[in-house]
């Protein structure tokens, strides 16, 4: 059963029209009352029209959306994790996914308060409350992959990154994941800096040395040429953010790496339910040792922005 989105005025009945004059109560919506589509909270009429247009948001979601969100997260906080059994995101299908403390991001990440998904709306919500203190410790969550079945696909960090403050990863944690995902299919993403000195050799040795069958972990490129970087370093398989322009075919990058859009992406959107692809389907991201960079378009609020300021924007032109 659908949520009720409206409540219809109780002067014009949603007539909108009173004796030849627009109704004084809601403004000629035929709604005196909307609930947002983002915090879900009852708001008047008027916190939802723009330009005498109305609008899905209230006044303060769309406010709130034009100020970075690094401001309202705490990365100082303790290390903690948020698991579901069975996620509801579209692209990874019902798998398990896990999000991970704000405090793991690294400062360096060129999105940090500049366009991050994790940021934003419903994920945004639950990662702040992660700052808070909600969710599991490092110790119950790899107890909660541990008690996966033997062949479970899964992602860590749907928000969030490795274990460890800021630019660090802490290798002593993260071999304690690899360890309890042994017998699964899991994957992540990683943005800790793994090129030049100081942080980036730390982060080489921690991905070196905590390998392991159960986790893949991607490194995280923000341009082509970042792409070849760190794919020469041969610690680990590469993906890449490219801008959201309807781009769905495949390119290379200058070294001539073969650079594919995510399937889940570049299907053809409405399509069949039964034949559409997910991470449980695909799985080309829990693949070590795969031959092509798997590339995601920009999303969310700030995608165009963020795709305005890719340094590889030239080269998706063609």
């Given amino acids: 059963m659908e949520r009720t989105r409206d409540e219809v005025c109780g002067d014009c009945r949603g007539d909108k029209v009173i004796s030849g004059a627009v109704c004084a109560r809601c403004f000629g919506t035929g709604i005196v009352n909307r609930r947002c589509r983002e915090c879900f909270g009852w708001r008047t009429v008027g916190d939802f029209l723009v330009k005498a247009r109305l609008v899905r948001r209230c006044r303060d979601c769309r406010v709130r959306a034009e100020v970075p969100r690094d401001r309202e997260l705490d990365r100082t906080c303790e290390l903690r994790v948020k698991f579901v059994r069975f996620s509801r995101n579209s692209k990874t299908g019902p798998i398990p996914v896990s999000m991970v403390s704000p405090n793991t991001c690294s400062p360096t990440c060129p999105w940090m308060g500049a366009g991050c998904y994790a940021e934003q709306h419903f994920v945004g919500m639950h990662w702040r409350r992660l700052a808070k203190g909600s969710g599991l410790t490092w110790d ?16 860590h960090a749907e928000a969030g990154d490795l274990p460890g403050d800021g630019d660090l990863i802490h290798g002593d944690l993260l071999r304690q994941l690899v360890v309890a ?33 159960g986790l893949v972990v991607n490194l995280s490129a923000d341009g082509l040429e970042d792409v070849d970087r760190k794919a020469d370093l041969g610690i680990g398989p590469v993906t890449v953010t490219i801008p959201d322009d309807g781009h769905t075919t495949t390119t290379r990058t200058p070294a001539g790496r073969f650079v594919m859009v995510c399937p889940a992406v570049r299907q053809t959107v409405g399509s069949d ?36 300021s890719l340094v590889q924007l030239r080269l998706f032109d063609t």
């Fill in 140 to 155: 119950e969550y790899c107890e909660a992959v541990r008690a996966l079945p033997r062949g479970q696909i899964w992602r």
């Fill in 181 to 213: 995902a042994e017998h699964t299919r899991g994957f992540t993403y990683t943005h800790k800096p793994v090129l030049g000195r100081e942080a980036g050799a730390w982060n080489r040795a921690a991905l070196a040395n905590n390998q392991g069958p």
């Fill in 273 to 308: 339910d039964a034949k559409k692809v997910t991470c449980e389907s695909c799985g080309l991201c829990q693949r070590r040792n795969r031959k092509s960079i798997v590339a995601f378009p920009t999303h969310g609020s700030w995608g165009r922005r963020m795709g305005e």
